[in-house]
């Protein structure tokens, strides 16, 4: 019944190995959002797709990768991490806006991402 | 350019405290505002929002206000509750060519018994 859900749930890992994180939406939602917040709770916004097109790509390391098969899934996939990766990292998704802006985001728990 | 400030944390209250959390926005044409929660090791939950002024978004006996005069959107509980306990994001959300929100920078509440 998880409306967004994310894995793993906790990542440990090393320096300069290659991870991914997945996320799925069971809603319908056309829109899915990667964002990263770091350790004082700041989100920063990463990537927005809209019905499997790349909507936002703000400025990350191109070490990032998003992948989204179909409009449900929204993968993260990240090369050569680096210590500074560490953070928590969230996908959402929403209801595409079109006239509106009344639809508020659909946050996973999130992936808590430990680099050593 | 478009930003959401809010009150510095973190903020402590003793329980059936009245809560005011300030959320001032700058931004280009008319933005819904929202605010969301995040409690301890979960993701962020919508809590309230607003779509045009003097709109009232409110749940969980949480409240806030769309003024378009000043600019802000402040969140307002009149006794709050040890599980109240948790982060507060101020948001907005308007459309540009593209869909765009920001997030405030979160101000942490706790509440003592």
């Known amino acids: 019944d998880t409306a967004v859900s994310q894995t793993p749930k906790y990542l440990v890992t090393q320096m300069g190995n290659d991870k991914s994180i997945k996320c799925e939406q069971n809603?319908?939602?056309?829109?899915m959002y990667w964002y990263k917040q770091d350790s004082k709770k700041f989100l920063k916004i990463m990537f927005s797709y809209n019905n499997k097109e790349l909507i936002i790509n703000e400025t990350v390391p191109n070490r990032f990768s998003p992948k989204s098969p179909d409009k449900a899934h929204l993968n993260l996939h990240i090369n050569s991490l680096e210590l500074g990766d560490s953070a928590v990292y969230f996908c959402?998704?929403?209801?595409?806006?079109?006239?509106?802006?009344?639809?508020?985001?659909?946050f996973g728990s999130g992936t808590r991402l430990t680099v050593v | 350019g478009d930003s959401v400030t809010q009150m510095e944390g973190p903020v402590t209250l003793s329980e059936e405290a009245f809560l005011t959390i300030n959320c001032t926005y700058t931004?280009?044409?008319?933005?819904?505002l929202f605010w969301y929660v995040q409690y301890p090791g979960e993701g962020l939950q919508l809590l309230l929002k607003?779509?045009?002024?003097?709109d009232k978004g409110s749940n969980k006996g949480f409240e806030a206000t769309y003024r378009k005069e000043t600019t802000s959107f402040h969140l307002e509980k009149g006794s709050v509750q040890v599980s109240d306990s948790a982060v507060y994001f101020c948001a907005l959300r308007w459309k540009t060519s593209y869909d765009k929100v920001i997030f405030g920078p979160g101000t942490s509440l706790s509440v003592i018994p």
């Open positions: 959402a998704s929403s209801q595409d806006t079109g006239r509106t802006l009344a639809y508020g985001y659909t």
């Open positions: 931004a280009t044409g008319y933005p819904s």
């Open positions: 607003a779509t045009k002024a003097d």
């Open positions: 809603l319908g939602h056309d829109t």
